[in-house]
């Protein structure tokens, strides 16, 4: 098994994310850290409290730094971050240290750890700041190959703190990025909600529920009525690669740009000359991904 900590802002998709981590045989999840993205840091540290409670995932929770990332998505998440649904309260698991110390107390004991980050990746570039001995892998999801969905050319967890992408693709890690280009193959057709109805579980028909907020806004927003649930992909990248493609190749995130800073530049073809810093995931097997997905779901019912 694969020990993992899952760092996320829990946001609708994060929670496919952690039922995913949770479920799958082929995850040990250790702990899961949360960081201010869809939501400030509050309100996403206690959806994951409530997720967890929900689900009855037993590790430790443990909020990011004080200072929050940029970002907050409440034109697809809701103010609560987490809207769509009743959550029960808050499980009692939340760590009295923050996610950084948590995850570095974690490393220095287990040894190799992979880090699945699903929000912006401000806790995991300030651990590498704090650590840079320590060597997790890293699969995030985040970025893209192309076109961003918050700025024209900017992936929002990218677009919320860039700099700490930059350290992140800067570290020599081994670094997976599952970006736009393989997270939109994760849509959420109405198949999928038919089969969450069908499984009559609390859990399933909470998930239902959010996934029809997300379907709602995300059409409303983005004219995408079956969305496209991200970040579940990032645990797949880790606990079941064999249903993604990837390529190797160099990343540069895009700093400075009046209109294009928190774009990730992705070098598909060699152009560049750099060495690749990152795999990249483009292309996704979505019927056997939904299978997993979904396998997870009801193995928590
Ligand atoms: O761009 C999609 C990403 O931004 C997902 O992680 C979603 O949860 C939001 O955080
Ligand atoms: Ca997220």
Partial sequence: MIPVVLDCDPGHDDVFAMLLAAAHPAIDLRAITTVAGNGPLD???????????????DVPVAAGLSQPAAGNAPSIHGESALDGTDLPEPADLLADEDAVTLTERLLDKAGPVTIVATGPLTNVAALLRKRPDLRPRVAFMGGSCGRGNWTPLAEFNIWADPEAADVVLS??????????DVTHQATATPDVFERLRAMRTPIADRMGDLLRFFASTYDEVFGMPDPPVHDPVAVAA???PELLRFVDAPIAVELTGTHTRGATVVDLHGVTGKPANARVALDLDRA??????????????
Avoid at 45 to 55: D, E, I, P
Avoid at 171 to 180: A, D, K, N, Q
Avoid at 289 to 296: C, G, K, N, P, R
Wanted: proline share 0%; net charge negative.
């Fill in 43 to 57: 309100k996403v540290t206690t959806n994951a409290l409530r997720v967890c409670a929900l689900a009855g995932i």
């Fill in 171 to 180: 570290s020599g890690l081994e670094v997976t990025m599952c970006g736009l």
């Fill in 238 to 240: 880790v606990a079941a």
């Fill in 288 to 301: 056997e991904f939904w299978d997993v997905m979904l396998a997870a779901v009801e193995r928590l019912g």
